[in-house]
Every structure is written in C-alpha cells, then in structure tokens.
C-alpha cells in the first residue's frame, strides 16, 4: 500500500538481476539487503532500508549467486550469505502466501469448498482460483481460472491451502473481488517462479 492507501503498482517497477543482468519487473525478483554483520538478507516485503540487491525468485539463480559470491561483489564489500538461502526464501514465500490468503478470508474476500467456488467463479465474484498442488487433477478440471492461467494459482498444498481457512485441508478456494487479489497474485508468482531454473 501507498501512503495515500492505494495499492502499489508494482506493474511498472523493474530492477536489474545481479545474476542474469536481466531488468526484470519486481514481481519476479527477491529484494535483498545487508544486514548486521554483512550478512545477506531476504527482503520480501521490499521495505527494508538499505540499498536493495535484487535476484530473479529462481532456485538456480539464487544458489548461483551465493555460490559465485555475487552478492559480495555487488554489493562491493564482503558478505555472507547462507548456503541455504533459496530454501529459507521458498519457505518464507509459503507463508507469505499462505498469510495473504489468511487476510483475504478475515475480510470475506476469499472462500472455500467446490461448490462455493464454483458459484463465485460463475457468478463473476472470484478473481483468483486457488487449488491445491496435490489435489486430483480430475476434481482439478471441474473448474477454471477467471482470467485465464495468471489468474491460477496452484502453488500451495492441501494442507497448506487450510492453514489459510482454518481447516485441515482444503482443495478448492477463491480471492473475490476487492483489495486482496494484487497482494495474493504477487506473492504466488514469485513462489512459483522458485520453481524455476536459470
């Protein structure tokens, strides 16, 4: 959110990769900053203060740049950065995610269970189709995406996806309509994209 209470547009921002060289807009990228004692951190609410390093939200480029010491060099003094930054940042990611739709649901903006979905998506209430990754591909196609693959979300599991609704698993959940679908999108594509290679 902006200071005047609007959404950011994250749309336009773009920062260059320090592995890739690529600009690349924000919502495929992590944030990192330097930290006490040089250390490299995660910055995934991109509010930190500091001077921003910013890496593709891929597995192989982040391992590559804690390998290559590519955060040392850009931010051009010795740093240290865990070994197992790329797993730390999916697992923050995860709960980032799962937080979000946590927000959404508080609000009544997002909901659960085929039945419910399926009538906000037919009714045009649902921006976002939330299923989970382990769920059976068959009770998978019984629904579709409001706006097509970008509006998919598939990043989560069973078990994962009812930690956001209070249950022990869920399948099927929609975000509706209003201030969550932006922040909900934002984080899944950078967790997805962690599935990536370089």
């Known amino acids: 959110m902006t200071r005047g209470g609007h959404p950011k ?79 730390q940042i999916e697992a923050l990611l995860h709960l980032r995610l799962v937080q979000s739709i946590a927000m959404a649901r508080k609000a009544g903006r997002a909901l659960c269970g085929l039945e419910k979905v399926k009538a906000a998506l037919v009714s045009g209430d649902a921006d976002v189709l939330l299923q989970a990754s382990d769920g059976s591909e068959r009770g998978k196609t019984a ?4 706006n097509g693959e970008d509006s998919w979300i598939q990043a989560l599991s069973g078990a994962e996806l009812g930690l956001a609704f209070g249950r022990d698993n869920v399948i099927h959940a929609a975000i509706l309509s209003g201030g969550f679908t932006d922040r909900v999108l934002f984080e899944a594509k950078r967790l997805q994209a962690l599935g990536k290679t370089v």
């Open 9 to 87: 547009d994250r749309s336009e921002a773009r920062r260059k990769c320090i592995v890739s060289g690529e600009v690349c807009p924000v919502e495929g990228l992590i944030r990192f900053v330097v930290g006490p004692e040089a250390k490299i951190y995660p910055d995934l609410g991109q509010k930190l203060p500091g001077r921003g390093i910013w890496v593709k939200a891929e597995r192989g480029a982040i391992e590559k740049a804690v390998q290559k010491g590519l955060f040392s060099r850009s931010a051009k003094t010795r740093v240290q950065a865990d070994a197992d930054l790329a797993d």
């Open 143 to 146: 629904l579709r995406p409001p």
